[in-house]
Structure formats: C-alpha cells, structure tokens
C-alpha cells in the first residue's frame, strides 16, 4: 500500500500542474470552455493520472529490466556482426512503439509510414554506433560535435520548409517507450565492463538515437521540394465521442507499436539468457501495467488535452503580447513535468550517479529551458523569422559546454533533451503553437510548416544547454569547496606539527 501510494503521489505531482494551469485558464475566461469542454477536460485529466501511475509502475517492473538484461547479455555474445545486427533491431522496434512519433507523424504532409520508417532506420544505426561507443570508450563529445557539424551543413541544403520538421523528428523519437529501455541498455552495457567513466558512458544512447533520425530525414530532404500542408481545423466532438474513438485507436496503435519489441525479447530470452519462469512472470506483469498505463495516458492526451490546447492557443492569439509569452512559458514548464520519459530519466540519473546530481534540482533546470523554449517558440511564430536563429547559436553553446563539464552531465544533457520532447510535447505543445499560427496566418499551410513546427526541436534543444550549466556550476563548487578545505588545512608556507592521537 505503502508503495502504491508513492506511485499516485508522484503521478498526481507529475500531472497536476498542466491540470492546473488549463483549469486557471478556464476559470479566468482567457480561454473558456463549453460544458462539453468541461467534461472532456475532466475525464482526461483522470486518464492522464491513472495512465502515468501504471505506466510508471510497468516501466519500472519490465521496460527497464528487459533494457538492463538485454544490454547486460549482448556484451557477453563473441559474434560482433550478430550484436550489431541485435542492436539495429532493437532500434527499429522500439522506435515503431514510440507514441510521440506517432503523433507527429500524423501531423506531417508526408506518409506517415514513410517517415516512421525513416525515423527508425536512423534510430537502428546511431543505436549501434552509440553501443560501438561505449564498447570501444571513446569520447561522447568529439562524436557529438563531427555529427551535429554534419546536420548543420546537411539543413544548409535541404528546402527551408523541411528544415523545422526535420529537428522535431530527432525531438519525437525518444519518449516514454524508447527511454526506459535505451537508458537501461546503457547502464547494463556500461556496467559489463571495467572502468572508472562507467557510470558516465551509461549516458549517451538517447542523444545518438535523437541524432540519428535527423540525418536520415535531411538527406531524404535533399530530394523533397516545396512542401505544402493542408490546414486542417480542429473538430471538438462529443466528449464521450472524443474519448472513445481515442481509446480504440490507442488500443491498436499500442499493441501494434509495443508487439515487436515484446516479441524481440521473449525470442531473444528463449535463445539467450533463459530467465527463471518468476522473472518472465514478473515482466510479463510490468508489461501489462505498460500497456494499460499508456492506452490511458494517450487516450487522455489525444481524446482531450490536444483539441484543448489549439483551442487554448487560437484563443491566446489575438490577445495580449505579454499574456500570450507568459502563459506560453508556463504551459512549457508544466507540460515537461507531465512527461513519463522525464520521470523515469530523473530517477535513473540519481541512482547512476550515487545521489549527486539531486532529482528535484534536474526537474527544475528542466522545466526552466523548456519554459523559455516554447516563449521563445511563440516569439518566432509572431515575428515569422527562420529556426536557424536559434539552433545555430544554441547548438553551438551546447556543445562548446562539452568541453567545460564532466563527461557525466554531457551525456545526460544529451539525452534529456530527446527526453523532455515527448508525448505532451507532441500532443499538447505542438497543437498549441499550430494554433497560434493558425489564428495568425489562417489558411497558410506553408507558414505552418516554417514557423509552427520546430517547436519540438527548442525543446529538445534547450535541455542540452541548462543541465550542462548546472554541471558547470555544480563543478565549479566543487573546486571551491576543495580550495576553501586545503586553507583550513594549512596556511601558505606555514610549518605545522600535526599530532595523531591514539
């Protein structure tokens, strides 16, 4: 009971603000809702809580382990040509289970398969360079540098309108499927072999995975031109309408994304590692609580919470400047709490790095760059400027920071930034900012393309900058704490007698 309890507390804490603040916005007439509105927010709200509550339990109980087991087994196979072959499939899979790709793909003017497979084929490959990495202990930062050196001057190329969608495709790919399991992969492949930076290479994965489907998306841009996509207004249907026909479709989207990557590691087990029959079960268990957990939570967010939040954003529009900054930076501070990946990143990252890098300090410094990214978003939609005037000074902050912080907060920066771009970034934020473009440029599918979309790449873009300063600053303390220790210890060119007692 005990531990149930810790479960729906910290769902509720998780949940609440964006509750919270769509409720304030109700009640202050900035953006009021009908009765239908009314009930719709309600219930999906309590999807929303009961879906991150399971889906926290079910991660903890399968997701995680199978990742752990998985990569703690993989290094112990000679065939090397076999383990890359594994960690491919592994990639493809898991990004097929990710819902936020889902939900951006739907969005997109282009098929959706199309680009889900181009998407997984680029997490499968940098998923294999990123193993090949910590196998071989090479530097995350030089690799992280020749990459993003590389997307730069491939988006140089490509048509300005396949430029935003193309970053928010490297945003989407790491969620509440991928996360659980690719951080848990890191930390049994790092743990597997000898070494002091063990605990630093145990990050690093995720950012491959985020890097890698922005490669394949540029140079599949390189043939693409003039892209157009169609405005569509959003219908607000009959709450239990809404909810039901979201349910259903989640039903299959879940099975169908999650059968892979269940099917991979039963197959894999039976072959390899041959589990004790009270582990399977204890998996299978996890698995169930997963599925339940994240038809729920996605029932909530696209049944209710997605047509509440272009609602929210076309009713902002047109109102106060200094409002609509405000209340944009508070949506992106609540929405980022909301998502499962950041929980389940924060928690592992306090347990990897024994208590030093303090769960609540990461959830601030998080919450704080993806509030000034969707501000800074809807500034860009207002001044209709390019991306590139963010990105480019942004990244090149972010990764002269490599060479100031420890390898540790690198690799957690890295990731937390694929992290915190997740299924609320996708179905809440997105929609938000599309509506804003809508109300402001109503019928121009192009300005959507260039202006709305790329508001999932600031948010996976700003983690990379804020917790590598926290590691800087935590660094820099450090230092001084370790001056400040050596002058109580001894004054400059001070002969002291030490006495040691019995």
């Known amino acids: ?13 998780s949940t609440a603000p964006v509750i919270v603040i769509v409720l304030i916005l109700n009640l202050c007439k900035v953006a009021p809702f009908d009765n239908n509105m009314n009930l719709m927010f309600l219930f999906g709200s309590l999807l929303l809580f009961f879906g991150v509550a399971l889906f926290s339990v079910g991660t903890e109980n399968a997701m995680s382990k199978i990742g752990e087991i998985v990569g703690a087994n993989m290094t112990k196979q000679k065939n090397f040509i076999g383990l890359i072959l594994i960690v491919f499939l592994l990639g493809i899979f898991v990004t097929i289970a990710e819902p936020d790709l889902s939900v951006l793909a739907s969005r997109l003017p282009i098929e959706n398969y199309l680009f889900i497979a181009l998407v997984g084929v680029g997490v499968g490959l940098f998923l294999v360079i990123g193993v090949i990495r910590i ?20 988006a140089i190329l490509v048509d300005e309108s396949f430029v935003p969608l193309t970053f928010d495709s490297g945003g989407v790919t790491t969620g509440p499927v991928t996360v659980p399991f690719i951080l848990a992969l890191g930390v049994g492949i790092a743990t597997t072999r000898a070494g002091k930076s063990s605990n630093a290479d145990s990050f690093g994965l995720t950012a491959f995975c985020s890097i890698g489907p922005l490669l394949v998306v540029l140079i599949f841009g390189l ?12 219908e607000v ?19 169908i994304a999650m059968a892979p990557i269940i099917l991979f590691f039963f197959i894999y087990n039976a072959v390899f590692i041959r589990l004790p029959k009270k582990q399977i ?34 009713s902002l529009a047109n109102g106060v400047l200094w409002m609509l900054l405000l209340i944009s930076a508070v949506i992106g501070i609540v929405v980022v709490l909301c998502e499962p990946a950041v929980q389940v990143l924060v928690k592992q990252v306090e347990q990897v790095s024994d208590g030093m890098i303090k769960k609540s300090n990461m959830l601030i410094a998080l919450a704080g760059g993806i509030g000034l990214a969707v501000m800074l978003s809807v500034i860009r939609i ?21 060479f100031a912080v420890p390898d540790i907060y690198v690799g957690i920066a890295f990731d937390s930034g694929g992290v915190a771009s997740g299924p609320m970034t996708s179905a809440f934020i997105l929609p938000f900012t599309l509506g804003i473009a809508k109300a402001l440029h109503p019928g121009d599918g192009q300005f959507l393309l260039t202006r709305a ?50």
């Open 1 to 13: 009971m005990k531990k149930w309890a810790k479960i729906l507390l910290d769902a509720l804490l």
């Open 135 to 154: 196998l071989w202990q090479k530097s995350l930062k030089v690799w992280l540098l020749a990459f993003y050196a590389l997307i730069f001057a491939l």
């Open 223 to 234: 043939f693409m031109r003039n892209l157009d996509m169609e405005v569509k207004t959003t």
């Open 237 to 255: 249907l009959p709450f239990g309408e809404a909810l039901f026909i979201a349910f259903k479709d989640q039903c299959i989207n879940v099975s």
């Open 281 to 314: 079960l204890k998996i299978i268990v996890g698995l169930v609580y997963t599925y339940i957990g994240l038809v729920l939570f996605l029932t909530g967010v696209e049944g209710a919470f997605t047509p509440i939040a272009d609602y929210v954003g076309t």
């Open 382 to 402: 207002i001044y209709d400027f390019s991306i590139f005037y963010y990105v480019v000074p942004g990244y090149i902050l972010a990764l002269g920071l490599t």
């Open 453 to 502: 979309f790329g508001t999932v790449a600031m948010v996976a873009m700003m983690p990379l900058i804020v917790i590598q300063l926290l590691g800087l600053n935590a660094t820099l303390e450090k230092q001084y704490n370790l001056r400040l220790a050596r002058k109580l210890v001894a004054e400059k060119d001070d002969n002291q007698i030490i006495h040691f007692g019995a």
